[in-house]
């Protein structure tokens, strides 16, 4: 892991500084493919070690029980590299999609939460298109899908253009941009289309 970096399925971290910081990657890789934290290792992938073994569990623990919606449950491995110890932090990737992580309080003290994903070897905040794909995910409902005069209209311009957004998708077909991204989702879940994220949008294309 040291030698290939950080990607979708890695990351580093020198040391756990809070458990609102550490939910959104937790998070990440839950509603994606899961993923490794090691804690200890540099952004370089220097090995510095940790101090404290139970204060940085501690503190991942309070991420996957407080910060993030439904709890995560991780599993925990120390290694020892260099002569010093480094923490393991293996999340599963989750059942219960989308897992959002606590974003920011309001002017009122309210919470709000996010979900977010891993884009490379970053963790973002996962769009509204994203979000509904990350819950069909966990729905054991039956999909029905019809193909009309607006599916039909889709495949002629991602024969054209190859990419569509749902703003593009909306204004082709004159609807909402919530039904074009309804429309969207169950493309995928079918396995007709594939979404794409990238830090700045969301796109689709035919698979």
């Given at each position: 892991m040291l030698s290939s970096g950080e990607g979708v399925?890695?990351?580093f971290k020198r040391k756990c500084k809070s458990p609102e910081k550490i939910a959104k990657e937790?998070?990440?890789?839950?509603?994606?493919?899961?993923?490794?934290?090691?804690?200890?290792?540099?952004d370089d992938a220097s090995v510095m070690g940790i101090k404290s073994e139970k204060s940085e569990i501690?503190?991942?623990?309070?991420?996957?029980?407080?910060y993030i919606f439904p709890e995560i449950y991780p599993k925990f491995e120390i290694f020892e590299i260099e002569g010093k110890d480094i923490l393991c932090v293996i999340i599963n990737e989750g059942n219960k999609k989308p897992y959002k992580a606590?974003?920011?309080?309001?002017?009122?003290?309210?919470?709000?939460?996010?979900?977010?994903?891993?884009?490379?070897?970053?963790?973002?905040?996962?769009?509204?298109?994203?979000?509904?794909l990350l819950?069909?995910?966990?729905?054991?409902?039956?999909?029905?899908?019809?193909?009309?005069?607006?599916?039909?209209?889709?495949?002629?311009?991602?024969?054209?253009y190859e990419r569509v957004s749902v703003k593009n998708f909306a204004d082709l077909v004159n609807i909402s941009n919530r039904r074009a991204e309804r429309l969207?989702?169950?493309?995928?879940?079918?396995?007709?289309?594939?979404?794409?994220?990238?830090?700045?949008?969301?796109?689709f294309t035919l698979i």
């Open positions: 399925t890695v990351e937790i998070c990440a890789f839950a509603n994606t493919k899961g993923g490794t934290l090691l804690v200890g290792i540099d501690d503190i991942v623990e309070k991420a996957c029980s407080f606590l974003n920011y309080y309001d002017e009122q003290g309210n919470k709000h939460f996010q979900a977010f994903i891993r884009v490379g070897e970053n963790s973002v905040p996962a769009s509204s298109e994203m979000t509904r819950k069909s995910q966990s729905d054991n409902k039956p999909l029905i899908l019809s193909i009309g005069d607006k599916e039909k209209r889709l495949f002629e311009y991602l024969e054209k969207l989702i169950r493309l995928v879940r079918a396995g007709v289309l594939q979404i794409h994220t990238d830090t700045h949008h969301d796109y």
